[in-house]
């Protein structure tokens, strides 16, 4: 397990490089540009502005998270190609620094979602928190009026950009099926795996957060079954899963230590971090701790100790304790904690099977 932190770049993140070398064993950064619009080959000059930045502190670059996809490759229009052959020269370039796995995502129109990003807990922290009624009792249309006429207004995980357009992009995928949304996957990684292969990447896809459909939009990368049919789409080491245990775990349903034991060898990169399920299907994100909510990190561990894994992995989500002002889930403090419990447990299972010095 090579340990490695997300940070969002000098001047758009309240972590510093500085404070992020003393966290034990963290070896890269996990980054993006996150100023350039999904869809826009990246410029050389900042990606090696970024690498720059990390060499100062001995971190390496290898893993990207995210280079986002156009809303137009997922919905499958004629302007994709143009798109597809962007990402494609980003992949090149990424590889001249030395990266080896790209997290992307395929949801259309948002990437995670919540309805609230400071829910205060029974200890006096705050996290994410997603209230199902409040979602599923939603016309999207409606919504999109309300939070026109009060632009004070605004949900969580919904950038400013992709608000202008919301009414037409929802127009866009009014009639995508399930299956459209699998076509327009199967064309983009045909295109896009065979560039990674060469360059020596891995695109890692990262699951549908939560895992089902919202407002009526399609979701596919939700289930043991749909990851199944995701690898199968291009059968390449190149085309692998960023398996996040907190996505999939929103739905107690998913047997994330099942989906480590039959696809380890096509994860090149691990979110690990843990979720509290309550009966009517909220969910609230908590402190790593197994024992703190309802994924079984502890198993989690223990199934990647057993298949050996070697790829990429970090504490994911945290919550926001000690009184500590930070990007919603992206703090410190808590994801900080989250490395020394899954270091911990790591090397207890090494050192059970006499392989810890
Ligand atoms: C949330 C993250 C996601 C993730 C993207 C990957 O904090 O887990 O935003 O980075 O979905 O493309």
Not at 57 to 69: A, I, M, P, R
Not at 288 to 297: A, E, L, N, P
Not at 331 to 343: F, S
Request: aromatic letters at 12%; hydrophobic letters at 35%; a negative charge.
């Amino acid at each position: 397990m090579r340990m490695t932190f997300r940070w969002f770049g000098e001047g758009n993140d309240t972590v510093s490089l500085e404070q992020i070398k003393q966290i034990p064993g963290v070896e890269g950064l996990v980054w993006s540009l996150h100023d350039v619009p999904a869809g826009d080959e990246w410029p050389m000059e900042k990606i090696e502005e970024v690498k720059g930045q990390a060499d100062r502190y001995g971190f390496h670059l290898e893993v990207v998270e995210s280079v986002n996809v156009h809303e137009d490759i997922k919905l499958g229009l004629p302007s994709r190609d143009q798109y597809i052959e962007n990402y494609k020269r980003t992949i090149e370039k990424l590889a001249k620094v030395g990266v080896k796995v790209i997290c992307y995502n395929f949801m259309p129109i948002f990437d995670w979602l919540r309805t609230d990003l400071h829910k205060a807990g029974a200890d006096g922290s705050t996290a994410l928190f997603y209230e199902k009624s409040k979602i599923h009792n939603t016309d999207p249309f409606e919504l999109v009026k309300v939070i026109n006429q009060n632009s004070a207004l605004t949900m969580p995980g919904w950038e400013p950009e992709r608000l202008e357009h919301l009414t037409s992009l929802f127009e866009a995928y009014r009639n995508v099926t399930e299956e459209d949304l699998w076509n327009h996957l199967q064309y983009f990684l045909e295109e896009i795996v065979p560039v990674a292969e060469r360059n020596g990447i891995k695109m890692a896809i990262h699951p549908d957060d939560p895992p089902w459909s919202i407002f009526g939009l399609p979701r596919i990368i939700t289930s043991q079954q749909n990851l199944r049919r995701f690898l199968k789409l291009a059968d390449s080491p190149s085309n692998g899963i960023t398996l996040c245990t907190g996505s999939l775990g929103a739905n107690p349903d998913n047997d994330i230590i099942g989906m480590i034991h039959e696809f380890h060898e096509r994860i090149p990169f691990a979110h690990i971090r843990n979720v509290s399920v309550f009966e009517n299907g909220d969910f609230m994100e908590t402190s790593h701790r197994t024992t703190d909510g309802t994924v079984d990190i502890a198993g989690v561990v223990k199934a990647y100790y057993e298949n050996g894994f070697t790829g990429y992995a970090r504490p994911d989500h945290g919550r926001h304790i000690w009184g500590e002002t930070c990007r919603p889930g992206y703090g410190l403090y808590d994801r900080a904690l989250g490395i020394m419990y899954l270091w911990g447990l790591w090397d207890a299972y090494a050192k059970q099977a006499g392989r810890l010095n």
